[in-house]
Structure formats: structure tokens, C-alpha cells
Nanobody, 124 residues
Framework: VELVESGGGLVQAGGSLRLSCAAS????????MGWFRQAPRKEREFVAA????????YYADSVRRRFTISRDNDKNTMYLQMNSLNPEDTAIYYC??????????????????WGQGTQVTVSS
């Protein structure tokens, strides 16, 4: 499975961005999916996850009620709608796919495939 993120960019604090994660090589409908991010000099951290059906989601406390994860299995694509962005959200955002048993995996080690990342920069 090849994953490609898009939609990153520069935005002012309070603004919004929508990230996309497109898959090729295999259908995503059997994979749980997730978003992670890595800020400079920090470890990669969990942001949000969604079950294969899209019926179950989970968010990190830092983004809950601001970010929304979704997926369209017909388009083989996952999304992350990010609202009320602040400078602390600045990071490279990665999408990932998991073939494990968890509906919404939270750990990096649970994911089997990763995208190359897309930069999100929020200015104050």
C-alpha cells in the first residue's frame, strides 16, 4: 500500500486546513487508518484514528473538538479536517494504515504503512 498525503501548507492561527491521504496498490477498506504528527525536535505523536468502516474514531486530547478524521473507502482516501489551528499544531503530518485488530490503533507500532508526510505550519 502506498500512501500519499496532501493539503498541508501555511495558515494563520485560527485558520483551517484539510489534509488528504490517498492510497494506491490496495483498497483501504480493510485497514484502520490514523494521522500522526512530528514537530521539530519532538517525537512523532498520535493525532487521530478511524476504524475501517469509519464508524469509530478516536482523537488525542490536544486536537479533540478541533480536528475531524473521516474516510471515503470508495475513493480510497482518508481526510483530516483541522479547524482553530494554533502554532502548537505546526508539524509534519503523516497518515498510516493498520491491518491489525484494533478499531482505532493509537501506537506507531500498530501501523504497517506510512505516507511521506505533509508540512503544516501555523503562524501566530
Amino acid at each position: 500500500v502506498e500512501l500519499v498525503e496532501s493539503g498541508g501548507g501555511l495558515v494563520q492561527a485560527g485558520g483551517s486546513l484539510r489534509l488528504s491521504c490517498a492510497a494506491s496498490g490496495r483498497t483501504l477498506s480493510s485497514y484502520a487508518m490514523g494521522w500522526f504528527r512530528q514537530a521539530p525536535r519532538k517525537e512523532r505523536e498520535f493525532v487521530a484514528a478511524i476504524s475501517w468502516s469509519g464508524n469509530h474514531t478516536y482523537y488525542a486530547d490536544s486536537v479533540r473538538r478541533r480536528f475531524t478524521i473521516s474516510r471515503d473507502n470508495d475513493k480510497n482516501t482518508m481526510y483530516l479536517q483541522m479547524n482553530s489551528l494554533n502554532p502548537e499544531d505546526t508539524a509534519i503530518y503523516y497518515c498510516a494504515a493498520s491491518h491489525g485488530n484494533n478499531w482505532y490503533p493509537l501506537l506507531l507500532s500498530e501501523y504497517d504503512y506510512w505516507g511521506q508526510g505533509t508540512q503544516v505550519t501555523v503562524s501566530s
